[in-house]
């Protein structure tokens, strides 16, 4: 990985005393620390203080592969085999695309996370409302980056973007930027931190690649155009994967890029739900009916304030849609963990009678 020095520390890989307190004496003297840089199908690239090392994936109890992810800290034998895969301090994950019922990870252990959209056509804020419950599950500092300020029609719009995005919540930190421009990423320097993770989502085609090559000060990550009709990009990044951002002292940081998903489901994000809408939160225990559907009924806190104008329907709208997909793909992925686990019963079950016949 041409990003990856040699001889990082563990600090610089983001090492942090959440993990290691979960490490005995015996296992910090006897094993080694090292995180998961890349991930291959049965293999995973991991970074140790004493540079990559190739692993082969750990086996659940099932048999299966179990779910490690990009950004995963693992415990690391003499023989760099996988002792065990440590606690995450953060999780990214959503329902997998399509109409698979079970959950894809995305990124572990991720501090900080950069939603980027660009000053185009893509700019939507049903998309960034839908990443930023992603970041409040996770229990992630979400910070929105709008590219391609260099392109952007008017300044007028580039200050419309900016205002929308700060009605979803007066706290969120919210940077316009030209992600070519080397002089521009100083912008970021209050998320990039040594030892910091940085994660970076957005669609195909809002510059994410071309933000990770500014940070790293090199070609790494190879870009695409977009479609100048309806704004749609490429894939230009095809996997998930940690880079080490050159550190001078005031600027470092480990970012993650990860390829643009045209469709992110989410699923058991309640908690994140609730913080990204908390405005309707609020106001939803104001209203005259504790069951209140925020439609027609009397008293209805939420509807007062959008006649109002202190919030817009279509942010009602937003959340509703999210509530509904959360407890669709939630009931889903729990019925599918319950007959697995009836799966695996059975199949120990047969086993145990299997291993009784043999003994006769």
């Known amino acids: 990985m041409q990003t990856a020095t040699l001889n990082s520390s563990l600090a610089e890989l983001g090492w942090k005393n959440c993990f290691q307190q979960q490490l005995s004496l015996e296992e910090w003297e006897g094993f080694q620390p090292g995180r998961v840089i890349q991930q291959h199908k049965s293999e995973l690239q991991v970074l140790t203080e004493d540079g990559p090392v190739i692993v082969n994936a750990p086996i659940s109890a099932n048999g299966g592969i179990e779910a490690v992810t990009v950004g995963d800290w693992l415990l690391l034998d003499t023989d760099k085999r996988i002792v065990r895969l440590l606690e995450r301090a953060s999780v990214f994950s959503r329902k997998a695309a399509g109409s698979k019922v079970e959950e894809q990870l995305i990124a572990a252990n991720i501090d900080t996370l950069f939603i980027v959209t660009s000053l185009n056509n893509d700019f939507n804020l049903n ?88 940070l790293l000060e090199d070609g790494v990550q190879a870009t695409g155009g977009i479609r100048e009709d309806d704004s749609k990009g490429h894939h230009t990044t095809t996997s998930r994967s940690l880079h080490i951002i050159p550190s001078d002292g005031a600027f470092g940081g480990i970012v993650l890029d990860t390829p643009g998903m045209r469709e992110i489901q989410i699923a058991n994000s309640g908690e994140g739900i609730q913080e990204a809408f908390a405005d309707i939160i609020g106001l939803s225990q104001q209203c005259k009916f504790g069951n209140c559907e925020h439609q027609s009924e009397p008293g209805c806190a939420v509807r007062a304030a959008i006649d109002s104008g202190v919030i817009a329907l279509r942010r009602l709208q937003s959340f509703q849609k999210l509530q509904r997909e959360d407890e669709r793909n939630s009931a889903s992925l729990a019925q599918k963990r319950m007959s697995d686990k009836k799966l695996h019963k059975y199949y120990r079950s047969v086993q145990a009678d299997n291993r009784r016949f043999k003994n006769r």
């Open 127 to 214: 998309r960034v409302e839908r990443y930023l419950v992603l970041a409040h599950e996770a229990g992630v500092e979400p910070v929105v980056v709008l590219t391609k300020a260099d392109l952007c029609q008017s300044e007028d719009f580039l200050n419309e973007c900016i205002e929308k995005i700060q009605s979803l919540d007066g706290f969120l930190a919210v940077v316009a930027l030209n992600a070519l421009d080397i002089s521009e990423r100083t912008k970021l320097a209050p998320w990039c931190a040594t030892g910091n993770t940085l994660a970076l989502l957005g669609s195909s085609g809002v510059g994410k690649s071309t933000l990770v090559n500014t």
